[in-house]
DNA sequence: GTGAAAGCGCTAACAG
DNA sequence: CTGTTAGCGCTTTCAC
């Protein structure tokens, strides 16, 4: 007796044979190939529906040598802004039938090492990487073929597709809305000893060219390092910056999670939002929507890093299939998959209670 | 010449004819199979090295039958509880060598339903799975066989394991805590009109019996209903609580992020937290420990959340191999993987200055 | 429009 | 300790 058993170990061929076809139509009637009499696809499609098939995605893969599965690599999954755009990128995957792991690399070099050198073998299509701590020479080392695209600041004219925001354009506005704003002492906090990390490095330039441009100073002092971008790291920072004999009253903060410190410090110490300091972020996370005082803040176009992402994925997966078709073409020196794209998203500065406040903080 | 080629096209063949052994012996190494000669070992790697072999995990996953790849399914990644969740997931998934791809169902209905129906095919090994709007019934009518464990409140004596907190319990300490303070007139946002919403209601009847012990009243004009748990939802509820002609002294939302809209409208109307308005939130998300005030909420530990849901997935797929051994045993019959485990994970209150404030918001 | 057969790369018996 | 062989479930030429 054909009832379905426990581990539901039903096949093409089962289906096929209730059918009384070929396995080759039913797979073209599950891959909707076009030229199935009605009559046989609504026979098999009983078939399949009574032994309730389903296809095994591991042959499929297999034989096709593609998985639809892409990863996603980024550092921590419980930071806002990463959590929001791993949302934006699986949905971006999902509209081309893609679907996401996740790893999270907790920003260790060690573990971007790991995914880098292609960690999960053959299983994904391609890989979307977010990372903290690599540079450009590490990629150029990278002997793992899949296609990689690269997000955030932290590598440009590395050997791969990259998605960013002008950070240097961006800095400037942030510093500028500030310097508009009539404040004189305008602080930064976000600094990063580590030589890789393009994102302190631009967002700071930015930050002083904007300061230069208003004919501002720049001591030294203003300017706070930071560990990593949490919330915790942004309220000793401006703890730190209130102990200052001449306290600053604006700080630019390089990503959101150390503004909302910076707040959290700010209504500590009884200063008001943004009476005597105002507050920039950077990344505009939900969480800064409803601070108090809600975050004026930069904001990246999330949706279309994570399309602009997809799409050059796509598009790399595209060009490695037609590479394997014209297999013994004479260009096979042609050295990697062409010249790495560079694309910069949009971004806007959403202005809020942090800068320009209706009731004080 | 051999050189590696774009493609990369390296199996255990080529691997195995260049260290002049076979395949058999590659396999072994690569799986680190204990009896090979230590000189075969050392070719064999020698060969892989050379040659940048990496298994093809499709065709690994179809002799297997095993994937080592798990789904995590839940609403929203960007709502903290979910991303904190699901960072602890992979965390735990990791350490038995599990990769998570994620699926985020909008807390949709009909993608809530495909996700049970089995959307990822024989692609994971398990299913952990936060549903929303699903209940006992749509469980029962399940085909997928895929292993499953349900997170979260939402359905109770489902035919699966699953793994909570209890609701009814936390909701009284909650509760409990504000009449402690002395509060008289305790309100509660996140009342849900679906009736499917267990959450909603256990934390309800859990907050109404504190009241009951506590001889307070329960006028229902202080159980304010939303229809998402987002911050909105929570300041829009606020709102209409202090506009009513006695607004309450202190109000017990079901998750942080209607406290944090909560907070929100308070300090938007002028209303200082806790001394006019204390508040209690759930889920202890980072944002409350940051935000002004400091939130006091219930807070589910979500790492052993995690652990106990990829141990009952890992004892399920157990099982499971099991069965597929003894194959024509006698009970057949057994209907399903025996009794479905219910299991809640512990919490705690962390009291923070939304109720026992330090300075005044 | 449909069928037969080969083979994707790997692992698991079973020999030797 | 290592080699040979079969086959996981699917797609894909190629015939018919």
Chains 1, 2 share one sequence.
């Not at 797979?27 to 499609?45: D, I, W």
């Not at 600041?153 to 925001?165: C, F, K, L, N, T």
Request: proline fraction near 6%; hydrophobic fraction near 40%.
């Amino acid at each position: 007796m054909a009832t379905s058993s426990p581990g539901e170990r039903v096949s093409l061929k089962h289906v096929a044979a209730r059918a009384g076809v070929s396995v080759k139509t039913v797979s073209n009637v599950v891959n909707g190939y076009q030229h199935v009499t009605a009559e046989t696809r609504a026979r098999v499609q009983q078939a399949i529906d009574e032994l309730h098939y389903r296809p095994n995605l591991a042959a499929r893969n297999l034989r096709r040598g593609r998985s639809n599965v892409i990863a996603l690599a980024l550092p921590e999954l419980d930071l806002p802004y990463f959590a929001e755009l791993a949302r934006s990128v699986i949905k971006a995957a999902e509209e081309v039938g893609w679907t996401v792991l996740i790893d999270q690399t907790d920003g260790l070099v060690e573990r971007e090492q790991l995914v880098l050198d292609g960690i999960r073998g053959r299983l994904i299509d391609g890989l979307i990487f977010s990372p903290i701590t690599l540079g450009a020479a590490d990629l150029e080392r990278r002997r793992d073929t899949t296609p990689l695209v690269l997000l955030g600041e932290r590598v440009y004219d590395g050997p791969a597709d990259h998605v960013s925001i002008d950070n240097l354009a961006a800095a400037q506005v942030a510093t500028g809305h500030l310097v508009e704003l009539g404040r004189r002492r305008i602080a930064a906090i976000g600094d990063q000893p580590r030589p890789t990390s393009q994102t302190a490095h631009l967002r700071l330039r930015g930050h002083l060219q904007a300061l230069a441009r208003a004919g501002l100073p720049a001591p030294p002092e203003l300017v706070c390092p930071v560990e990593r971008y949490h919330r915790a790291d942004g309220a000793a920072a401006m703890h730190r910056l209130l102990d200052l004999p001449e306290p600053p009253d604006a700080v630019f903060c390089f990503n959101d999670l150390l503004a909302l410190g910076a707040l959290r410090a700010l209504h500590e110490r009884g200063v008001r939002v943004p009476d005597d300091v105002a507050v920039v972020g950077w990344d505009d996370v939900e969480d800064g929507r409803y601070s108090t005082p809600t975050l004026t803040t930069i904001s990246p176009d999330k949706q279309q890093i994570a399309s602009l992402a997809v799409e050059f994925l796509a598009t790399q997966l595209e060009s490695m299939q037609l590479e394997s078709k014209q297999l013994e073409s004479e260009q096979l020196e042609s050295e990697g998959r062409g010249v790495p794209r560079e694309v910069t998203a949009d971004f806007g500065l959403a202005v809020r209670e942090s800068t320009v406040g209706a009731r004080a903080g």
